[in-house]
Structures are given as structure tokens and as C-alpha cells.
């Protein structure tokens, strides 16, 4: 069992930056492929990043791919979503999910999820 808690979310403009969070919980943390998703108002959930159990391959959504790293320290049980150049197309509620295979893909099957931390880009 992981229990994921995001943080990091919030109000920002055009350009900017956040650094999203994503804690969690268990002694397996490290074995997890790990992913960040977003959900807009009136669309459908997408994977945004994703990275492996060891860090060494990370994966992203091609709109994303030159302004966000994903990353994750699996000493703090802890992976991270930085967010540069921010458009307001980035405006969604951002989820972190666990992958049991250890593969962090856009297409795993992702056993564990967050509450969800909210981003808004405003212009």
C-alpha cells in the first residue's frame, strides 16, 4: 500500500514557475515507476511525466517536454514535478501515481493515486 500526498500547487502567472510535490508513504517507494497526471475543467485525465523506479528514465507529454523535469528523491520517499513556462493551458489539477511495475510510462497501469494539487496560470 503507497498513500501519495501533492503539494506545491497554486496561482501563478503567465512565465512562471512552480515546483509541484508529491510525498509518499511506504517502505516500497522506491521500487515505484512514478507519474505526474493533470485533469483540465470538462477534459479528461493525461499523463504529463513519468520517470522509473531508479530515476534513470524519465518520460514526458511532447507540449511539456522542454519545460518540465520530473524528478525524485527515493531517500525522502519524494518525487517532484518542476514547472517552468507556464501557460495557462497548464491550468488543471495535477495527480502523482504510483506504478507497481517500476516503469513510470504514460500507458502503465498505475495501482495508487493522490488527492490532486490544483495549478492555475493566469494571464
Known amino acids: 500500500q503507497v498513500q501519495l500526498v501533492e503539494s506545491g500547487g497554486g496561482l501563478v502567472q503567465v512565465g512562471g514557475s512552480l515546483r509541484l510535490s508529491c510525498a509518499a508513504s511506504?517502505?516500497?517507494?522506491?521500487?515505484?515507476?512514478m507519474g505526474w497526471f493533470r485533469q483540465a475543467p470538462g477534459k479528461g485525465r493525461e499523463f504529463v511525466a513519468g520517470?522509473?523506479?531508479?530515476?534513470?528514465?524519465?518520460y514526458y507529454k511532447d507540449s511539456v517536454k522542454d519545460r518540465f523535469t520530473i524528478s525524485r528523491d527515493n531517500a525522502k520517499n519524494t518525487v517532484y514535478l518542476q514547472m517552468n513556462s507556464l501557460k495557462p493551458e497548464d491550468t488543471a489539477v495535477y495527480y502523482c501515481?504510483?506504478?507497481?511495475?517500476?516503469?513510470?510510462?504514460?500507458?502503465?497501469?498505475?495501482?495508487?493515486w493522490g488527492q490532486g494539487t490544483q495549478v492555475t496560470v493566469s494571464s
Open positions: 520517470i522509473s523506479w531508479t530515476g534513470g528514465s524519465t
Open positions: 501515481a504510483a506504478d507497481r511495475t517500476g516503469r513510470g510510462l504514460g500507458y502503465s497501469s498505475y495501482s495508487y
Open positions: 511506504g517502505r516500497t517507494f522506491s521500487s515505484y515507476g
